[in-house]
């Protein structure tokens, strides 16, 4: 499969916004700013440095 840059860049918030609402995850992953992103085509690979917060911090206490 061939995607562009920016199809691969969408994917990765894509992959993103999956993990943020998968409530067995115990983090909230922050979308970085994109020219923080590395796209590194030989190796099929979209990676970045983000930033998380514990969801519990997020949660309402009822």
Same mark, same amino acid.
């Given at each position: 499969?061939?995607?562009? +840059?920016? &199809? =691969?860049? &969408? &994917?990765? /918030? !894509? %992959?993103? *916004? $999956? =993990?943020?609402? $998968?409530?067995?995850? #115990?983090?909230? /992953? =922050?979308? +970085? !700013? #994109?020219? @923080?992103?590395?796209?590194?085509? +030989?190796?099929? %690979? @979209?990676? *970045? @440095? @983000? &930033? /998380?917060? $514990? !969801? !519990?911090?997020?949660?309402?206490?009822?």
């Amino acid at each position: 499969m061939r995607m562009t +840059p920016g &199809e =691969l860049i &969408e &994917e990765f /918030y !894509k %992959r993103l *916004a $999956d =993990l943020n609402t $998968d409530m067995r995850n #115990p983090r909230i /992953y =922050l979308v +970085p !700013k #994109p020219g @923080v992103i590395t796209v590194d085509r +030989p190796s099929r %690979r @979209v990676s *970045a @440095v @983000v &930033e /998380y917060a $514990d !969801k !519990k911090h997020f949660r309402r206490s009822r």
